[in-house]
């Protein structure tokens, strides 16, 4: 069982640089088709200083960047867990070359079906190399249990 005592608990922050490749081979993943997602010329044409992220890809670095340390360190059995949720609120669009940082918290831990379900809710905040607000990210993890 994860323990509750881990409300508010604040998870190491990290910076990861937006690679414009990275961004390129997620559009075509997600089958972004706007031109503004591969091509430099395309973006500063639509009034960007380089390719925009696209839409979600800030989880994706969040994933890949990031320590998942705190995941074992509450007491998540990761052969249990599952991705429950995501939700994205920007507050500015985030480009190839920004510096991003992410600083997590974990908001809840609360369970169902009489504990058989657990749910973690995680928060993060990011912000560009300036300071500026970009977004926030609210994920759940769920583990089964027994």
């Known amino acids: ?10 998870l190491p922050s ?12 997620f559009a075509k993943a997600i089958g972004e ?3 503004v ?3 430099e010329s395309a973006a500063r044409a639509a009034g960007h200083p380089s390719l925009p992220l696209p ?8 994933l890949t960047s990031g320590s998942n340390a705190w995941i074992d360190e509450i007491g998540v059995e990761v052969p249990r867990m599952l991705h429950g ?39 993060t905040r990011v912000t560009n190399g300036k300071g500026e607000h970009v977004a926030d ?10």
């Open 137 to 146: 990210l609210h994920s759940v993890l769920v583990q089964r249990n027994g």
């Open 85 to 123: 949720e995501q939700q994205f609120t920007y507050h500015r669009t985030a480009h190839a070359g920004d510096a991003l940082t992410y600083e997590s918290r974990i908001a809840d831990i609360y369970d169902k079906k009489g504990g058989a379900l657990q749910f973690v809710v995680r928060e």
């Open 14 to 25: 990290f910076t990861a640089v937006a690679e414009a490749g990275q961004l390129r081979f």
């Open 33 to 35: 088709t706007n031109p």
């Open 37 to 39: 997602y591969f091509d």
């Open 55 to 62: 839409p979600t890809f800030l989880f994706s670095i969040e």
């Open 1 to 10: 069982m994860i323990d509750k005592k881990h409300i508010g608990k604040v």
